[in-house]
């Protein structure tokens, strides 16, 4: 039995950070080559500190989504994950084992060899006439002066496509640094270009600032009176939603360091965590702002606001994929990076099989299910915010040198409208939803999002007082 996790970067901002990482999990899912797949993330939940505790099984493979080596990769998932490495990762990867689980840490999906197959893919999608004699291909990157690491793998796949003689021309180019993708038709002499950006997803910077950068108007742009002559430029998606990416992950998986076609065991905490949950639910249960209780030989979740409403008034979701969709938002729209905030659209119930059950409270309110449970047995470890700040590097050094005053002041609005009781401030929860206390959540340790407000509270300040 092998879990298999994803982690993403995800964002406090933008709920479509994290679809592609969604995507891959769902297509994976389906495919039934791994007893589960997990996502986590950097910005969202569940957190990096939080994803080990949510797998089934002892044996784990977690493969980083991201486009190449660098900072994250290196730096935050590891230390995050607690596995005790820093640094470039070897391309067989690390293999800890961390509280019970034999947890495999991969490369990212983005440096695997057949990335290069993937971005000649792209480039046939955009212009599926490709002419070797007349076509130039540019493998267009992000860029970095943090990681000498990060555009290693650009030119490493520029060179294998080069090598495959399919294009006249094959030019890799940057956002943000040199060569710079503005310049390109300097240095571009074919009449036909295709460019294929080496991102992991569709974002701000694919559908923003490369076609504003470069002045492209659509999938394709003809550039009259360049340096050399009239240029019809080809704009492909991005390599990293194509769906051959699948299946480098698995291979990479496969690949990874110590890795044991036996697999491992069912984790016994988390067994007996969703075993306790599923006994409670199978007579009613409240979990934070929802009801779950049996219909039928299949289990109900709504909103504890619409007891009583009559279910044709209702919307009705049959998926844990459509919980997750729909619990995103809010009623206004507007996107909830924090599960247990108190703002729970209203207006749906799922009904549920008991395995689509725990895959959809998963999803509603993560890891909360696996630290109540640890918090009602006296097992639940929390981290004090100062052992948080410490821990933070890059850009959030900074909320080392917070005042216990200011990370306060921040929490009274993060936290203030979150279910959640703040152990890791010394407040105390005596009593969980496991003993029937419906808000009795525990928060172990400060969450990202705060971590996020402290260092613009720092910044805010900073920037007063320099004014």
Request: charged residues 20%.
């Amino acid at each position: 039995m092998r879990s298999l996790v994803l982690i993403g970067h995800g964002s406090h901002l933008n709920p479509e950070s994290a679809s592609a990482v969604y995507a891959y999990a769902d297509l994976l899912r389906a495919q039934g080559l791994f007893d589960e797949v997990v996502e986590g993330y950097w910005k969202e939940e569940p957190s990096l500190r939080q994803v080990l505790r949510t797998v089934q099984y002892t044996d784990v493979t977690v493969i980083p989504m991201f486009i190449s080596e660098g900072y994250f990769t290196e730096t935050v998932i590891p230390r995050e994950l607690g596995l005790g490495h820093q640094g470039p990762v070897p391309p067989q990867g690390v293999a800890r084992v961390i509280g019970g689980r034999t947890v495999r840490y991969t490369l990212p999906y983005g440096v695997h060899p057949r990335m290069s197959e993937v971005i000649l893919a792209r480039a046939r999608e955009a212009y599926p006439d490709i002419r070797a004699e007349d076509t130039a291909l540019i493998v267009l990157g992000h860029g970095t002066t943090r990681n000498e690491n990060s555009n290693k793998v650009v030119y490493q796949n520029a060179e294998r496509l080069r090598q495959g003689g399919e294009f006249a021309e094959v030019h890799t180019f940057f956002l943000d640094e040199e060569p710079k993708v503005v310049g390109w038709q300097e240095h571009v002499k074919a009449r036909h270009v295709v460019l294929v950006p080496f991102f992991a997803s569709e974002g701000w910077h694919t559908l923003e600032t490369i076609p504003e950068d470069i002045g492209l108007t659509g999938p394709v742009t003809v550039f009259e009176d360049g340096p050399h002559g009239t240029q019809t430029v080809y704009y492909s998606k991005p390599v990293g939603t194509h769906p051959a990416v699948a299946e480098v992950i698995v291979q990479l998986a496969e690949e990874a360091h110590g890795a044991s076609s036996q697999g491992g065991d069912i984790e016994r905490g988390h067994h007996d965590a969703w075993s306790a949950l599923m006994q409670l639910a199978s007579d009613s249960l409240r979990l934070g702002e929802v009801l779950v209780r049996p219909a039928d030989g299949l289990y109900e979740i709504r909103h504890a606001l619409d007891e009583g409403k009559a279910n044709e008034g209702l919307k009705t979701v049959v998926t844990p994929e459509g919980v997750r969709d729909h619990v995103r938002l809010d009623e206004r729209g507007e996107y909830r990076p924090v599960h247990t905030l108190r703002n729970l659209a209203r207006g749906w119930r799922a009904v549920l099989s008991a395995p689509d059950l725990q895959r959809a409270l998963h999803y509603l309110y993560p890891a909360v299910v696996e630290e109540s449970y640890a918090h009602h047995h006296h097992a639940l470890r929390c981290t004090p915010w100062a052992a948080t700040a410490r821990r933070q590097t890059g850009i959030y050094a900074k909320v080392q040198k917070a005042t216990p005053q200011q990370v306060e002041t921040v929490a009274r609005d993060v936290c203030g409208s979150c279910l959640k009781t703040r152990l890791w401030a010394d407040q105390v929860l005596n009593r969980t939803f496991f003993a029937g206390v419906p808000g009795g959540i525990p928060c172990a340790e400060a969450c990202t999002l705060l971590v996020a407000e402290v260092r613009e509270e720092i910044s805010g300040k900073a920037a007063a007082a320099h004014d």
